[in-house]
């Protein structure tokens, strides 16, 4: 199982661009999420999905939207880049809440 | 608030001693806490969890503790290996609806 995998895993943006990060996990886990980290930060939430065809706003969901259309899959985009989105965003996947989330490697977005 | 702070950010242990990272949490309600490690350039992958009916829970080479009266977690690694250099996060999660607030992290140096 290759478990959770994050593309890309590096991209620089300009403000104002767009962009879309795609996340897949291979194991059958309803939950999905997208969090962001920060130098001397706790992971944030951004959004998340408890099943196929539904999303949730997190902690910090401006700016930044979801899809969740296939169960395996759960897409974060980026409608228009600012720099205070400079950041690594990883995704995660559990099997229910509470338990526990396995990880994405992490992409790492900066935007100029 | 609620949060999940860490005593020390930094730790820094000798190969072979035993390291413990500490956490306090300010839910009293949460009732699920997990520890994550995360090494440079990658995600976060789970280590140990326990339930709020525990207050202790035993792994290979780590043990975490629990303490409800004061709110208090702790990771203990046995026999420290430079290879457990990393970040360590504690997260708590609450009842209620989702919500998992993870910690700002310590940084464990292993000296050889």
């Known amino acids: 199982n290759a478990g959770v995998t994050q593309t890309p895993k590096f991209r620089v943006l300009k403000t104002g661009q767009s962009m879309t990060l795609l996340c897949a996990q291979d194991?059958?886990?309803?939950?999905m999420y997208w969090y962001r980290q920060d130098p001397g930060m706790g992971l944030r939430l951004i959004h998340y999905?408890?099943?196929?065809?539904?999303?949730a706003k997190g902690e910090v969901p401006d700016g930044y939207n979801v899809s969740r259309l296939k169960k395996q899959n759960f897409l974060l985009g980026l409608e228009s880049a600012a720099p205070s989105q400079t950041s690594v965003y990883f995704c995660?996947?559990?099997?229910?809440?509470?338990?526990?989330?396995?990880f994405g490697p992490g992409t790492r977005l900066t935007v100029l | 608030g609620e949060s999940v702070g860490l005593h020390l950010p930094t730790l820094s242990v000798q190969e072979g001693d035993n390291s413990i990272i500490n956490c306090a949490y300010s839910?009293?309600?949460?009732?699920?806490f997990i520890w994550y490690k995360q090494e440079s350039g990658k995600g976060p992958q789970f280590i140990i969890d326990?339930?709020?009916?525990?207050d202790k829970r035993q792994g290979q080479r780590v043990t975490v503790l629990l303490n409800k009266t004061v709110k208090h977690l702790s990771l203990q690694i046995a026999a420290t290996q430079p290879g457990d250099s990393a970040v360590y996060f504690c997260?708590?999660?609450?009842?209620?609806?989702?919500?998992?607030?993870f910690g700002a992290g310590t940084r464990l140096f292993v000296k050889a």
């Open positions: 995660a996947s559990s099997y229910g809440y509470p338990d526990t989330q396995y």
């Open positions: 194991m059958n886990h309803e939950y």
């Open positions: 999905s408890v099943g196929e065809g539904t999303t």
């Open positions: 839910n009293s309600a949460s009732d699920y």
């Open positions: 326990i339930r709020s009916n525990m």
């Open positions: 997260a708590e999660n609450g009842p209620g609806g989702f919500k998992t607030i």
